[in-house]
């Protein structure tokens, strides 16, 4: 099972979100199966999320550029309901989920959670859209965030897992303070333990590589041209942290090597 790293264009976000400031921190980061994109929409009130679920349809899974008509014709077929979940509050923001639950009007009953929307209050009914995951393809079922103490700081998390066997999933996480969110900042930690990783190899360093609240992470290391997905493991490496911050600051990381069968 090749593991899952974090995607050239998610470590890209991360890298500009925390180096933009005000509006820059507003920014959507959107999961489908048309892949990851990440926008800055405008605030809205919580029934924008909630009144007509098949109009916030970003990754085109019932309809394509969804209206009022066609969320209609796609409704024929298949029922969205939403529900909304206080997650808490950060630096004085209340966060919320709203998960969707989607079935088939032939199947009503199987009903299970395949999109989440995670909103930021800003003002009297004013929210900010930060994740959005439709996952209605997978046989998963989407969990709520959550927030989650690392050291002295509390994170804002979502993990919800890919359905394969590496240990993917897809995942946000974001500290904030007065000026709203900051997307965690990995940079400095990735390179870290590049530093001490044979040269040309994959590790991971999100999902269930990554534990917050003991300020660790832990993964194995693979040849990154290895042939299989259970091939071509060097070792395993293991990096504590304190978060400051948005800021992973690694304060030890250990690199053991793969043992190897006598001759």
């Given at each position: ?8 264009g998610f470590c890209a976000l ?27 929409p405008s605030p809205h009130p ?168 003991s300020g660790r992470i832990r ?45």
């Amino acid at each position: 099972m090749k593991m899952r790293v974090l995607e050239p264009g998610f470590c890209a976000l991360l890298l500009v979100v925390s180096a933009l400031p005000a509006n820059g921190q507003w920014v959507r980061v959107v999961f489908s199966g048309k892949g990851m994109n990440r926008d800055i929409p405008s605030p809205h009130p919580l029934t924008y999320f909630t009144a007509n679920p098949f109009l916030r349809d970003d990754g085109n899974e019932f309809c394509v550029s969804c209206t009022p008509e066609r969320a209609a014709k796609a409704a024929e077929n298949y029922s969205i309901r939403a529900e909304v979940r206080s997650v808490g509050v950060l630096s004085g923001f209340r966060l919320l989920d709203v998960l969707y639950y989607v079935s088939s009007r032939s199947s009503p009953n199987d009903d299970m959670v395949k999109w989440k929307s995670i909103l930021v209050q800003i003002g009297p009914d004013r929210y900010r859209e930060i994740f959005h995951l439709q996952a209605f393809y997978t046989t998963v079922s989407i969990s709520s965030s959550r927030i989650v103490q690392s050291g002295t700081e509390r994170v804002l998390v979502s993990e919800d897992s890919d359905g394969g066997n590496g240990g993917g999933c897809w995942e946000g996480y974001w500290w904030f303070d007065e000026s709203g969110p900051h997307a965690l900042d990995f940079s400095i930690i990735e390179a870290a333990i590049h530093a001490r990783v044979p040269n040309n190899s994959t590790f991971g360093m999100t999902c269930s590589y990554l534990d917050l609240n003991s300020g660790r992470i832990r993964s194995p290391v693979q040849d990154s041209q290895a042939g299989c997905h259970a091939c071509g493991y060097l070792g395993s490496v293991t990096a504590t942290f304190k978060l400051e911050g948005p800021i992973l600051k690694p304060i030890n990381i250990n690199f053991t090597p793969e043992k190897r069968p006598d001759p």
